[in-house]
Structures are given as structure tokens and as C-alpha cells.
């Protein structure tokens, strides 16, 4: 559904991303992994319509999407987390899922300011939806909490909610695991995999946790310094030369 | 530390003396042609140096007196405090709000004509700080020029009853959407900024209003203003001693009462009430729908709510037009409670003091902007005798209010949501 050929982004002097080429397929978890500073956020930037690429073509669901305003692209259906979390901080958790189906409510403004049947059935509906998400995640009892309040681990989790209730056909997660723990590590791991079994989306992913990576991707991409170096299963991936020299050079 | 202090407390003493001593120390007397400059007498000199010793004290122990300032409790402690049932403390919260309306239908008839004069000028601060509320606590962008679409409302008034000799009633929903529609124009061009650079830019363009109404003499009667505007009627019943317009009535003959200059100060009064009211609860309306949702999502964090499908265009021009749209309807009753207005009513400080409240009352509050609304407006009034120290007690109070409260009076309160578990 998604396929990225030969994207290249140059900030300056600097090629971040240069010629990386991958493709999610329907009911998939595709994994982008690679050494700090390689490019990957940057890849997820030019998917998502933050920046946009010097070169290169981004497909989804046939339709060129390069260059398009990144409130469009979210609108098709590929939504993304943040490395660095960015939720609504003064907005309960509820609000924050709220914000995210504006798309689903009857934004009319006299509507909603009468009240209208139709608007009601909507808005029912969304808070339906936000109830179901966050009983998923385990938040259902914070959904008045405001989202800044919440502990790390929660902030995460609320994260992916929220782009869940805007019932995506690809999630985008960038380092989801980062600075979780172990156990919390674990249930994400569950959590994404049913993302994929039970609600038939496909994920892109950013991640450093290899052992998560490894357990749970379908295909692996690797890109160095911007580069890519190589691509294929998690097995493929594991035997490579030189992914091992590159990790091991990192290391 | 202490000897820090010591020096900073004298460097602030000495700057003191240096602003204060030429300011006031020395006077100015015009003797024939020739101006001479004479030492203001002993006391005033006394004062002065009594001021620096004041100063130089509140530096040196600034940060005890700060701290024992601090830890006054607040009047409204904080929010978590009780845990009362949410259904509960809204039930209770609308039924005060309720009759502190029905109070405020039924005081003008006791109270000076005076007084319901004032409080007509609250209910159009009231409006204001709503209506800018929406802009600055709400959607988060820093408005300084808020007052020009207070004056497209007001000229509009003013100039359509001049020049068509349209009345109040059909002026407000013209005016309103007149000044929504400069807002809508003033927005495009503000789309990408933020912060300090939106504030100028919008900051200059309160003035090139202000200094448009100023020149355009032909058209606005330039500095001297435009006068005659129209009270508003009631079902075509005039509040005039004599009826001004055709086909009228007057308001005293058709109840058979005899004539009072007071009909018409509170019927305006009871005409800005209850436009504040609706104000209040379109305003109260919309932050519980999507708009008023993406309005705080944007100004929480512009990034994400981009990567969720949010426009940033929509977002930002729906806020500026929905806050210019209350600020015209403000400026219609503010030009029929007048009767005459000029581009003197509408200067950066009439900016500043609407963004005051809502930063007094806290951003985003509705109730804490009309609290705000009601002390900045009414405050001066009774502090009248010290008129020339107004703008210091009102600076002051702003510091004090900064360092106590920096939250406002009545910080916002999210909306309490019950979800039904889902299966
Ligand atoms: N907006 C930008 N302007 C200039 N350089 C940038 C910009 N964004 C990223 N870069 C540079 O591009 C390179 C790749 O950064 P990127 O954030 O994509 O790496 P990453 O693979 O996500 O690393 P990490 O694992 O640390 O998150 C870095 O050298 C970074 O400094
Ligand atoms: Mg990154």
C-alpha cells in the first residue's frame, strides 16, 4: 500500500536521506532500523508530509503523495507518532482522542451549536470510540486526567490511541519503546501485533529495541547514514555482513 | 548572596533617584516669555528620597517579602481540592450562574443611573474579553490589534446609520459579521506566525485601523469622530423625549409614563446583558465542540495536531473570525451606548486592557474572564481620587497579580467527560 522510491531529503550540505527505497505491503509490519543520526525520523518526516523530499517519489495506495500538506496524508489514512511525544498536555486524555476524530464528528458549526440529531448520533459515536481505545490501552480509568499528567509509559500508549481512533490503514510509530520498561516493552509488543491481527493495520516502524524488532516485523530496512544498506526478513537482516559491521562499528 | 543583594538593592535605589528627582524634584514656571526651573519644595524632595529608601528596602528583602507573599493562601485554593461529583459541582455551578443572571436583570431598576451606565461598559468588556479569549486562551495566538475589530464594529454602526440611516438592530448582525470578515482578511496573511511575530504584526494592524478611521476624514469625520448614532429601539418604540424617525412611537407615551432619561440606559443595559450572555454560551458552546477542540490542540501543540488531519489554516482563521465577530458585536453597542465615537476610543491601550482581563481572569476561563472583566472595568471607577495614579495601581496590581496568581484568577477547568465502557 505504501511504496518509497529512491526518496532523498538534503538539508543543505547534508544528504540525511539519500536513494532509501521501501514498500508496506497490507497486513504487515515493516521495520526501519538503523544507527542514531541515519535518517530514519527524517524518513518518517517526508512520508508524513512534514518535510518535503528533494527527490524521489512516495506512493500510497497508487496515489503520488509527495509534497502534499501533512493534515492531507494524515487524512488518507497514514498516521504517526512522535520520537519525542507530543501529546495535547493541558487536554485530558479524552479530549486528546476527541481532537483526533474531528474528521469523524459533523464539524458544521451550527449543528453543533443546536445540537442537531445528527451531531449528537456523532459525537456519541466518538466518545464510543475514544472508550474502546483507551479500555484497549488500559487508560479508560485516567480519561479525565490531563494528558500531561500521565506517567511516560501512559503518555505512549494514549499516543497510539489516538492515532487508532482515527482508524488509520497505516500506523506510523517512531521508537514507540523508547524509555519504556521491560514489562511495558512486552504489552506494546502484544499491542502492535493485534494492531495488525485484529484490526488489519499496517505498521511502518522506528525502532532501536532489537529483540521487539526482530520478534515482531515482517521485513526489516536498514539505512546508514542515510544510505540504505539493506533489506529483507528479520533472519535475512540478522546474518547480514554489513549490518553486523555497521552495528558493530557503532558499538 | 547577601552582598549581591546589597549591590543590587542600591543600583536599584540610585536609578530610582535619577528617574524620580528631575521628574519631580524640578518645576517648570512660565514667568512672561521666559521659562524658569525652580527646586519643587522640601517635601516633595523629602518624598522622593523616602521613595528610594522604599525601594532599596523591597530589593534588599525581596526574596523573604516574596516568599511571605507566596505563601498567603489563595482566596480560590487550588482546583483538585475537593472532589465533589462532577454532575454535581456543574448542577450547583449552573444554577449560581443562572442567578447571578436573573440578578443582574433586576438591579438596574434599584441602583443609580450611574452605576448601570458602568455596567454597561463591563457587559461590553465582558464581550471583548470573551471574544478574545477565543483567540489568545483558547487557540493560543497572541492578538495585540484586538481593538480594530471593536472599531469595524462600532464604524459600521455609526457610519450605516449616518449614511443609510440603518438601525441598531439591523447594524449588530452587520457589524458583527463585518468585523469577522477583517478578521478572516487579517488572518491570511498571520497564518505562519507565531508568538512575538504574530503579536506585532497584528499589533500594527490595530493601528492601521486606528489610523485609517483617523485619516480618512471624508469618509469617518477623521479625528473629530461621528455623532448621532441611534439608541436602539424597541419593537419600533423610541426611548427619545420625541421620536426621531417616521413611523415610530416613543417608548414613555405608548406606556403612558412619564418621560425619564433612565428607559433608555437600562434598556441598553439589559440589551448588553444579554448579548454577553449569548456570547458566553456560543463561546461556552463551541470549546465543548470540534472547533473549540482543534482551537486548544493547535495552540497545545501545532505539530501534532497537523500529523492528525487538523488544518492549520482552518484552525487558525476559524479562531480569529469567531473572536473579530464578538468584538464587532461589542462595538455596535458600544457606539449606540455612546452616541458618538472616534478613533480615540479605539487605541493599543483598549488592546491592552482587553488582554489583561483575560490574562487576569485566567486563559481559556470564561468565568474568571468576566470576574477579570468586572474588577479592571469597575477598579478605576472607584479609585477615582487617585485618577492620577491609575495606570501605576493598575501596573501594580498586574505585577502583584503575575507573581500570586500567575494562573489568573480562575484558571480553566476542563470539561469533566463520562465514557461508557465499551465492549
Ligand atoms: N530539519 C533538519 N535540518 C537539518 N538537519 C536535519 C534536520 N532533521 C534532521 N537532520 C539531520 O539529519 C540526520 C538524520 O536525522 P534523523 O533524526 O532522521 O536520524 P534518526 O535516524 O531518526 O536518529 P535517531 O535514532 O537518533 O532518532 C541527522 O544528522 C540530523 O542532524
Ligand atoms: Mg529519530
Known amino acids: 500500500m505504501l511504496e518509497v522510491q529512491n526518496l532523498s531529503m538534503r538539508f543543505g550540505g547534508l544528504l540525511a536521506v539519500d536513494q532509501v527505497s521501501l514498500d508496506v505491503q497490507e497486513h504487515e509490519i515493516v521495520s526501519i532500523i538503523g544507527p542514531n543520526g541515519a535518517g530514519k525520523t527524517t524518513v518518517f518526516n517526508c512520508i508524513s508530509g512534514f518535510y518535503k523530499p528533494t527527490g524521489g517519489k512516495i506512493l500510497f495506495e497508487g496515489n503520488e503523495v509527495q509534497g502534499k500538506p501533512d493534515y492531507k496524508i494524515s487524512r488518507l489514512g497514514m498516521v504517526r507518532t512522535f520520537q519525542h511525544v507530543r501529546l495535547f498536555g493541558q487536554m485530558t486524555v479524552v479530549e486528546n482522542l476527541l481532537v483526533a476524530q474531528h474528521r469523524h464528528l459533523n464539524t458544521n458549526l451550527i449543528s453543533g451549536l443546536i445540537k442537531t440529531p445528527d451531531y449528537r448520533e456523532r459525537e456519541r459515536k466518538s466518545l464510543d470510540r475514544a472508550a474502546y481505545w483507551l479500555d484497549r490501552v488500559g487508560l479508560l480509568e485516567l480519561a479525565n486526567r490531563e494528558a500531561g499528567n500521565l506517567a511516560y509509559g501512559q503518555q505512549r500508549r494514549l499516543e497510539i490511541a489516538r492515532c487508532m481512533v482515527t482508524e488509520p490503514k497505516l500506523l506510523m510509530l517512531d ?77 | 548572596m547577601a552582598a549581591n543583594n546589597f549591590r543590587h ?100 431598576f434599584f441602583v443609580s443611573r450611574g452605576a448601570v451606565d458602568l455596567a454597561t461598559l ?102 473629530n469622530g461621528i455623532g448621532g448614532i441611534p439608541d436602539p429601539t424597541l419593537f419600533g418604540m423610541e426611548f427619545g423625549r420625541r421620536v426621531r424617525e417616521e413611523g415610530n412611537t416613543s417608548f414613555h407615551e405608548t406606556f403612558g409614563i412619564a418621560y425619564s432619561g433612565e428607559h433608555k440606559v437600562i434598556f441598553l443595559y439589559l440589551i448588553a446583558l444579554v448579548l454577553a450572555v449569548i456570547t458566553a454560551l456560543i463561546i461556552r458552546r463551541f470549546m465543548r465542540m470540534p472547533v473549540g477542540r482543534a482551537w486548544e490542540a493547535l495552540r497545545e501543540d501545532e505539530i501534532a495536531a497537523r500529523s492528525l488531519g487538523l488544518s492549520r489554516t482552518a484552525v487558525k482563521l476559524s479562531a480569529f473570525t469567531i473572536g473579530a465577530f464578538f468584538a464587532g458585536f461589542a462595538g455596535t453597542v458600544f457606539a449606540s451606548k455612546q452616541g458618538f465615537i472616534s478613533p480615540e ?66 484558571p480553566m477547568r476542563r470539561i469533566h467527560i463520562e465514557l461508557r465502557r465499551q465492549e
Open chain 1, 175 to 251: 521508537e514507540p519503546a523508547a524509555g519504556l520498561n521491560p514489562a511495558e516493552t512486552k504489552d506494546l509488543n502484544q499491542l502492535i501485533v493485534s494492531l495488525k491481527e485484529d484490526y488489519n493495520v499496517s505498521v511502518l516502524l522506528i525502532e532501536h529495541d532489537m529483540s521487539l524488532v526482530m520478534d515482531i516485523s515482517d521485513r526489516i530496512t536498514v539505512i546508514n547514514q542515510g544510505r540504505p544498506l539493506a533489506a529483507g526478513t528479520p533472519d535475512e537482516v540478522r546474518q547480514n555482513d554489513d549490518v553486523i559491521k555497521a552495528y558493530l562499528g557503532e558499538a
Open chain 2, 9 to 108: 538593592a542600591l543600583f536599584c535605589a540610585i536609578i530610582t533617584l535619577i528617574i524620580s528627582y528631575p521628574i519631580i524634584g524640578f518645576n517648570l514656571e512660565a514667568q512672561g516669555i521666559s521659562v524658569t526651573l525652580t527646586g519643587a519644595d522640601t517635601s516633595t524632595v523629602v518624598l522622593v528620597l523616602l521613595a528610594a529608601v522604599v525601594v532599596f528596602l523591597f530589593q534588599l528583602f525581596r526574596d523573604q517579602i516574596m516568599g511571605g507573599l507566596k505563601s498567603i493562601p489563595s482566596p480560590m485554593p487550588k482546583t483538585q481540592k475537593e472532589p465533589m461529583a462532577e454532575n454535581k459541582r456543574a448542577k450547583i455551578e449552573s444554577w449560581v450562574l443562572t442567578g447571578i443572571v436573573v440578578l443582574a436583570l433586576f438591579w438596574p
Open chain 2, 122 to 223: 463591563v457587559l461590553i468588556y465582558v464581550m471583548l474579553a470573551l471574544g478574545l479569549n477565543v483567540v489568545v486562551g483558547l487557540a493560543g495566538l497572541l492578538d495585540l490589534g484586538y481593538v480594530a475589530f471593536y472599531a469595524v464594529g462600532a464604524y459600521t454602526f455609526a457610519l450605516l446609520s449616518q449614511y443609510a440611516g440603518i438601525s441598531f438592530w439591523m447594524a449588530l448582525p452587520i457589524g458583527a459579521c463585518l468585523a469577522a470578515l477583517f478578521g478572516l482578511v487579517l488572518g491570511f496573511p498571520v497564518l505562519r506566525l507565531r508568538g512575538d511575530y504574530l503579536a506585532i504584526v497584528t499589533l500594527g494592524f490595530g493601528e492601521i485601523i486606528r489610523i485609517l478611521l483617523n485619516n480618512w476624514t471624508a469618509v469617518t469625520g477623521g479625528p
Open chain 2, 345 to 410: 476610543s479605539f487605541v493599543f491601550l483598549e488592546s491592552a486592557i482587553i488582554l489583561a482581563i483575560v490574562v487576569l481572569g485566567g486563559m481559556g476561563s470564561q468565568l474568571g474572564v468576566v470576574l477579570a472583566a468586572v474588577a479592571v472595568t469597575i477598579l478605576p471607577e472607584l479609585a477615582r481620587e487617585f485618577s492620577d495614579y491609575r495606570m501605576l495601581v493598575f501596573g501594580a496590581a498586574m505585577v502583584l497579580m503575575m507573581v500570586w496568581r500567575p494562573q489568573g484568577l480562575m
